[in-house]
């Protein structure tokens, strides 16, 4: 049994390697990876440089080498391409399911993109592969792959076994077999277990299930996910506007989609413009925070502006609480944001009217402010020993933040994905920036009316 | 075919629907129900309160009822159960996968749920569903299912097909066999492919796959996520430490763990405290929001003191760079700590040493402090006209802000991680007003010592 702990990558082992690889020990090399699952190859391989990798790849058979090379991030996958000719390029695209072999060709350099398709020895996969590449990458038909085992309804079982020891090469995983009638058309599914059970000669018409839940080639990614996760599904058949079948998606790819939506939000919410991760280069790292940063700075900017402007009716203690009142107003317009997000993120068939939700995000905003501003008023007037009228202040316009601060938290996302646009930006610095200003603003507003009362 | 758009909610529908359960139309109800999909059903449910939907799922079939409630969000659930007698839970139960149905045991109150088991008809459901219920929520064994199908590595393909035949009810999708010794000790695997190529009299110990990945009962849920995720793999076997199979896990159980720690993460960076959701009550809101703005609030006040105590070296001028200085230092600590998370999250075998990660942040955090602070000096000198003192003090303690929140935004999550404490919280509210405080203090630290000069 290997089971995952089997191919555990130790210091020692490592370095033996990197040593195999200075010496060009191919037997070592060769056997230590022998049986070795080709995830794990990708593992070890992100510890060596690229012209190492590829000293170990290409005594790898190029099944395993192709398997490795998709398995890689992108932006690893696209610099270690380099390395390689267009026509080692059509080899491991011919090893590959047609879906990621499309991806790899879209992340080629345009020039050798059809010298790598017409390099392709299969002349289906290399149809597969062009077809694939019409389609846009966050589709359905971008997800799916031509490789699937269909059979026409009034085949028998028998015929429809043999279809499958025809394609049982290029189909990796088989979960059910997809019925088509006479015009390719999908009208159903039978499921391998049901296959398995049937007599040869039976009907597939008499078994097949003809509830099949599929999708359209143009619907987008979070979609298809959306779909695949509410039914339990393990694939997913997808058909063109006239029904006919042309591909499946398969449960690995839209783990990774999920995954891929779930960092996206999360690099939204953080100001990071750019996919990049702790790996990449100083300079694509300060690329992509430092934009988001210089807004936070206009917005500071702006705000020391706005307080010269009115600095007549600003004390010095009066500035005490602008921490306070900054810190509150952001982390409420967080935590509503986020919360908008995520119901918009599992959204059923029936989302609330906007004017309900807005009306129970008042509620608990109130609830929330009024909590606070009582404890703020208690706090500045004791701790502080102050007089009454900076608590009074304080607590208001706190409670006044509170509401503006819910608010905005609550519409921004809403508005954003009214445009389409990834509402978790609404988390991210733009919007807080633009909190605090506004949270500034009521501070010192409330101070200049009470004051002046 | 059915097609995911062909149960469409219209607003429609729905009112008809709300009508023939206020009349009790049982005829449309269950003919407008049949052959919809459960999870379509679920959703439709949502729409009605839970004595509605007992009376629509009391008209439908004892199997689909029990999958609709399977499906419900977990509080939904533990509430809508309340309707229900222990005896008619436990025929919910019985026609559940063993996993989903320890799962809803684990739900109810304690005092009924021996009751419900012992109401369980199929005895080996029943003892199923008992000794999952041994196992923590979170681990490999509290995601594992019973139903599986085995076949001893000395059967022919023939008793292995009788044996899907004998299990064919209990176990809804196969994906493979697994294939066990004497002993019941995993081995590896068959799959359905293979099986439905190969003639009846081919021994199992002669195609079937020894290089089977497989999982321990004990193994954090995180770990078997991005085992099956790594590997691309459907289902998981599960052993005991004696490496006998004791279940396997569906990856449709490892999408919704991972939609769930995303959506924890989310939560621990936005300042919730529970898992609620948007159309949670306004006193579990507010109470998963409240502890969060307490201790920014406290962090606020604390400020405040901190200023009053330092008050004869503060300046009017200077508090209104407190915006910026704070905005910056908060933008810059989430960056920082979100990219660490995210790599948290997607380790490799071997991650890199935190002295390296260090050092890289400190050279990221150098080149972003350093070209915001050169802005922020031309900015307060140009556009406020303030003297170059002002500016120089605000456009250094911007740098050290930067560079001490990238120190703070790094460390934090690595500790916490240290501590297997998720690092996602490193992003929330109580680092970002730690980091708040610091930030004042640096900033009027250094212009203390600058004016002193």
Redesign the interface.
Known sequence: ????DHF??TQEF?ERFGEAIATQDSTFIQESLD?V?P?DIT??L??FTSEESKYVLDLLPVGETAEIINDLDQDLRVKFLQHYSPSEISRFVGELDSDDGADIINELPIKIREEVIEGIENEQKAANVLELLRYDEDCAGGLMAKELIKANVNWSIGKT?EE??RQ?ENVQ???AVYVVDDLD????RV???K???AEDHVKVSSIYD???????TFQEEEEVAS????????ALPV?NRQ?RLMGRIT??D???V??EL??Q???L????SED????DS??M??RA??P???V??L???L???F??TF?QN????L??????????G???G??S???????LA?K???T?TTYT?LW?VF??AI??GL??AA??FL??QF??ESDLKLAFIVASSLLCVVLLASFMGTATPLVLDKFDINPALA?G?FI??AN??LG?AVYFGVAHLLFSL
């Open positions: 049994m290997e089971s995952v555990e990558l490592l049986g699952n995830a593992s070890l992100h510890e076994i499958i020891r049982a995983k088989v979960y058309r999908l009208v159903g499921s391998l277990k296959i398995v059970m003809d509830e099949v839940i599929s999708v359209e779909i695949m996760q509410k039914y339990d599904l393990e058909v029904g449960i690995d839209i783990v990774d999920i995954t779930a960092e939000d999360r690099q919410m953080s100001g990071i990049v991760e702790e790996d100083i300079w790292l300060t925070r430092l988001w940063l210089v936070g700075m917005g500071g900017l705000g020391a502006l307080m010269e600095e600003i004390t010095l203690t500035t005490f609480f602008i921490p306070l009142i900054m810190a509150t952001g982390n409420v967080i935590q944001s986020s919360l908008v997000v995520q119901s599992n059923s068939a029936f609330k939700r129970k509620w608990v609830l929330n909590l606070l404890m703020v706090g500045v701790l502080m988390s610095p807080t920036t605090d200003l500034l």
